[in-house]
């Protein structure tokens, strides 16, 4: 269908204009991609000032309003274009964006996250007449960006087939009642069939309930929020819904993500030549001032919190560094886990550094400098940190579940293909079970040959995102075709 399909790319955050996790370098890369695949494709997120300031934005209609109850609430749709590529649109109304902080400060979220989102969702849609191109798909993330899914459908038959991607069913942007009025959606949107959860209303489920299609970040997750496990609540839902749910693995930007170009590291390689890598371990840990030795190094770029796994890390701390070896982690995140962590660091002060803070060119460091990354979580829709390590030669070592269990294989040998397993994986969510994977993990690094074998072999993975735009403009021509 090429050129015939449109999407428009709605989310909360976008690299580099505004970043808090994964979602942003989602939003950032993927309409990159639907472009070379042939669907021309635009983006679409909130006005915040930080973003404003990093691009060069000028208003693409006059001004818009739309209503939020009985007001009339105004706003400026700017556009300019991504650094990478690609036009991108910002809806600006100051009073809901700007602010220090995306969604929260100190921890605690904006207490109007719903009206600032629920608005957010209805200048889209107020949008979409005066886009460079008319979209044929739009493509909305996460609970942020879930009402514009009914929204559509109250549009009218030319608005365009909306598809909603769940990229972690852990957040179910829920709202009291008494926000009904501010959106403005006729009554019948919000009983159980609809927006209502639990007495409170569900953007997450607003967007799975009325979208054409749903979409989450890996086969597997899209297999487990079928569970009372894995829904959050919402597993009876999206199993009434499972026909038009998939999963579609997230991808890596070879041109932010290639140890090759890589302008953040002290060292550029290849899986020709990974020379470059040792001088990434040995001047991070110079900075560190973590001591010269042979010990591999297990690095860790991730939120602290407990869905990433670090109880284990701190319960099994005792049992990992009797394997000698040394620890990095960079983060910020729940004050319990930092305050923890740091704890360690006064327990194991020669082996162990914890960075607490959120730095980008820091994490390409750290990443290119460990011999092995740790992604031990409780769940995990997809990942993206275990992709950028199989890119930099830096071996996982991840809990079974979700993406990481779709994205790495676990290490048993060279197989009869010639194609070497990626990493090391474990399944029960107990820190001995993490124990003996770190361990597995370093009698591979004693074997120099086999070790170098896969971390050459790790950097050929193609999880770029040529590939999932494939997976996604197969699905955009079903839901065009009313499949």
């Known amino acids: 269908m090429g050129d015939d399909i449109c999407v428009l790319l709605a989310s909360s955050e976008a690299t580099p204009l505004a970043q808090t996790g994964g979602l942003a370098e989602v939003a950032g ?28 934005f000028s208003p693409a209609c006059p001004e818009l309003s739309v209503s939020l109850g009985p007001d009339q609430v105004p706003f400026t749709l700017l556009k300019g274009e991504l650094p990478q590529g690609g036009a991108v649109y ?28 629920a608005f957010f969702s209805k200048a889209v849609v107020a949008s ?24 559509l459908l109250e549009a009218g038959p030319d608005a365009p087939k909306g598809v909603f991607v769940i990229h972690n069913q852990g957040f179910l942007g829920l709202a009291p009642t008494t926000v009904a009025d501010v959106i403005g959606l006729p009554d019948g949107y919000y009983g159980v069939e609809g927006l209502e959860y639990y007495g409170q209303l569900s953007f997450l489920k607003a967007g799975i309930v009325y979208s054409k299609a749903v979409v989450t970040v890996s086969p597997s997750y899209a297999k487990e929020i079928l569970t009372p496990e894995g829904g959050n609540g919402l597993d009876g ?19 932010q993500w290639n140890p090759q170009t890589d302008p953040y590291i002290p060292r550029n390689y290849s899986s020709t030549d ?4 040792a001088v990434c371990k040995n001047t991070l840990k110079s900075r560190l001032q973590l001591r010269p030795s ?45 305050k923890q962590l740091t704890e360690m660091v006064e327990k194991y002060p020669d082996n162990m550094r914890l960075l607490l803070d959120f730095d980008i060119p820091l994490s390409h460091k750290v990443i290119a400098a460990s011999d092995f990354s740790l992604v031990p979580s409780l769940y995990e829709p997809c990942g ?19 993406g990481l269990n779709d994205t790495v294989r676990d290490y048993a040998g060279q197989n009869p293909d010639g194609l070497w397993d990626s990493g090391f994986k ?58």
């Open 426 to 483: 474990f399944s029960q969510f107990q820190a001995g079970a993490l124990v003996r994977a770190i361990r597995r993990a370093t009698e591979l690094y004693n074997r120099k040959e086999d070790f170098t074998t896969m971390a050459k072999s790790d950097m050929e993975e193609d999880f770029s995102w040529n590939r999932s735009a494939k997976d996604y403009a197969k699905l955009f021509e079903s839901v065009l075709k009313g499949d």
């Open 384 to 402: 993206l940190i275990q992709l950028y390590s199989l890119r930099y030669g830096t071996i996982p070592v991840v809990r079974a579940i979700g």
């Open 90 to 117: 910002l809806i600006r109304n100051d009073a809901f964006f700007d602010r220090p902080h995306l969604y929260g400060e100190g921890r605690l979220s904006y207490e109007d996250n719903p009206e600032r989102f």
């Open 29 to 56: 890369s993927l309409p990159q991609a639907l472009t070379r695949a042939g669907l021309p494709s635009l983006t679409i997120i909130p006005g915040y000032t930080q973003a404003i300031k990093k691009g060069d």
């Open 274 to 277: 990974l020379s470059g890598k």
């Open 128 to 151: 979409l007449p005066y886009l460079e191109r008319k979209p044929d798909i739009l493509l909305a993330n996460d609970w942020q960006t879930g009402l514009i899914m009914p929204l």
């Open 294 to 338: 042979n010990r591999p190094l297990f690095g860790m770029v991730s939120r602290l919190t407990a869905q990433k796994g670090f109880s284990l890390i701190v319960e099994g701390a005792q049992e990992i560094f009797k394997l000698g070896l040394d620890l990095v982690i960079l983060g910020t995140g729940e004050p319990w886990f930092e």
């Open 237 to 255: 839902v999206l199993r009434r819904y499972s026909g038009k749910l998939s999963g579609i693995i997230n991808g890596v930007d070879h041109n």
